[in-house]
């Protein structure tokens, strides 16, 4: 069972970012998917959460209004939208997979399943 996240990358302030988080290994269309981060010296932090219809999404405070969570059950695969981004975004952005269906989790503790994550870096 495989997660890989991509998409990530060198962007300035203001600018946009699409990341994909791609399973293999197993299928996720009946998993809530979330997307965490983690700055350097930081703790994991919560992001987004959408839950395996795709009719129900969450997000943290921090990126609420900006971020958009999405999914293509077809393929396997959830999305992370980010605009607006900021040099506080920056992080490695991971994708993971809870054992929970149609419930919005936002603790890691509730995903069981975690992918390789990418970079996010936000030059001001």
């Known amino acids: 069972v495989q997660l890989q996240a991509s998409g990530g990358g060198l962007i300035q302030a203001g600018g946009s970012l699409k990341l994909s988080c791609s399973a293999s290994?197993?299928?996720?269309?009946?998993?809530?998917m979330g997307w965490f981060r983690q700055a350097p010296g930081k703790e994991r932090e919560y992001v987004a959460a959408?839950?395996?219809?795709?009719?129900?999404?969450h997000y943290a405070r921090s990126v609420k209004g900006r971020f958009t969570i999405s999914r293509d059950n077809a393929k396997n695969a959830v999305y992370l939208q980010m605009n607006s981004l900021k040099p506080e975004d920056t992080a490695v952005y991971s994708c993971?997979?809870?054992?929970?269906?149609?419930?919005?989790?936002?603790?890691?503790?509730?995903?069981?399943?975690w992918g390789q994550g990418t970079q996010v870096t936000v030059s001001s």
């Open positions: 993971a997979a809870s054992r929970y269906s149609s419930v919005i989790r936002t603790i890691s503790q509730d995903y069981n399943y």
């Open positions: 290994g197993r299928n996720f269309s009946n998993n809530l």
């Open positions: 959408i839950v395996a219809s795709g009719g129900g999404t």
